[in-house]
Nanobody
Framework: QVQLVESGGGLVQAGGSLRLSCAAS????????MGWYRQAPGKQRELVTR???????NYADSVKGQFTISRDNAKNTVYLQMSSLKPEDTAVYYC???????????????WGQGTQVTVSS
């Protein structure tokens, strides 16, 4: 019904940059929040950053000043610009969106399948 398709992950050297994209499609009436989470091996999935429908933004303390989130509402797409990457940023990054569906009321949470980001030292 709703799909989140991520792109932009890969292998980079420490200090490098990546730009992740996540496009939502399907029977979407509107999208509330969009955000990014990550999960490193042996760790809990954690919030990286999220952006609300009105543009409010939250960042995890670990990425403040390093990552930037943005969204294009016309394209139902959220971006994550990642700079000054460090080995500890290595994780699977998951896109998340709160979606109002065409067919029913309420806000439904959807996840992408994840994209691997690996930062080498």
């Amino acid at each position: 019904q709703v799909q989140l398709v991520e792109s932009g992950g890969g292998l980079v050297q420490a200090g490098g940059s990546l730009r992740l994209s996540c496009a939502a499609s399907g029977s979407i009436f509107s999208i509330n929040h969009m955000g990014w989470y990550r999960q490193a091996p042996g760790k809990q999935r954690e919030l990286v950053t999220r952006i609300g429908s009105g543009g409010s933004i939250n960042y995890a303390d670990s990425v403040k000043g390093q990552f930037t989130i943005s969204r294009d509402n016309a394209k139902n797409t959220v971006y994550l610009q990642m700079s000054s990457l460090k080995p500890e940023d290595t994780a699977v990054y998951y896109c998340n969106a709160g979606v109002v569906l065409i067919a029913r009321t309420g806000l439904y949470n959807f996840w992408g399948q994840g994209t691997q980001v690996t930062v080498s030292s």
